[in-house]
């Protein structure tokens, strides 16, 4: 895909005119990373926003002994390290790419000045900001409230909604993550993950076909489990 086409399928240009579409494909500039790649650290200084053209990120904090906790995984569409960029303060986490990915670099003032010279950039930016601080607070009542099987449950629901496609009442969500992927999303232990997904499997609620996650009732899936 060439950039100018790239630029135009990401959500937050979406609404841009031909002409300044074809500025921000001209101040950006592509860096690929390999699998486990770091793109950057928490706690860094942020000099640039990052779109994903190709490949999946994990927004990550770790603590001291190794342990981790995935916060989100961005897929190709998706923007992230706007926070710092926004508010002048380091990296609020790590992010990691997770297969072979190539993303679309734009540096701060370049960036700061599309979002001043162009409203309705700043409009799908609050959007979409709004949209990941309703799925924290999802994040946050499911760690706080849900037992176990509650838990992966939500992660299952919050990755249908990222990067599920429904035919049939049916979800299928492509490239399912790892169990330890899974694990540090939930809060669980990948042990967990397993027996939930087979439990899961056995009462015919989810089915899983390659790399691929089926639910196979979504509506009845979400009713019982959000
Ligand atoms: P920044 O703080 O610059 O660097 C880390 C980035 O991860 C951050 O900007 C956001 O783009 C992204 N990020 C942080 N928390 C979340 C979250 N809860 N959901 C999705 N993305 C996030």
Known sequence: MDIVELVRAVPIFGDLDENEIKKVAEIGINRKFSK????????EEGAALFIIISGKVKIVRTDDDGGEVILSILGSGDFFGE???LDGLPRSATVVSIDNSEL???????????????????????????????????QIK???LKDA???????????ADDSGKIKKGQVIIPDFPLQQDLANM?????????RTIHQFIREGLLEQR?????????????????
Do not use: C, W
């Not at 979002?115 to 900001?129: G, M």
């Not at 899936?221 to 959000?226: A, L, P, R, T």
């Open 36 to 43: 486990n790649g770091i793109v950057f650290l928490e706690e």
């Open 83 to 85: 926070m710092a960029i």
């Open 104 to 138: 679309f670099m734009i540096h701060r003032r370049d960036f700061l000045q599309v979002v001043e010279k162009a409203p309705q950039v700043a409009i799908s930016l609050l959007r979409e900001l709004t949209r990941r601080l309703r799925k924290a607070d999802e």
């Open 142 to 144: 499911s760690l706080s």
């Open 149 to 159: 099987v509650g838990r992966v449950a939500n992660v299952i629901l919050q990755l």
């Open 186 to 194: 939930a809060g669980t232990s990948r042990e967990t993950i397993s």
């Open 210 to 226: 390659g790399n691929s996650l089926i639910i196979t009732n979504f509506d009845k899936f979400k009713s019982s489990y959000s």
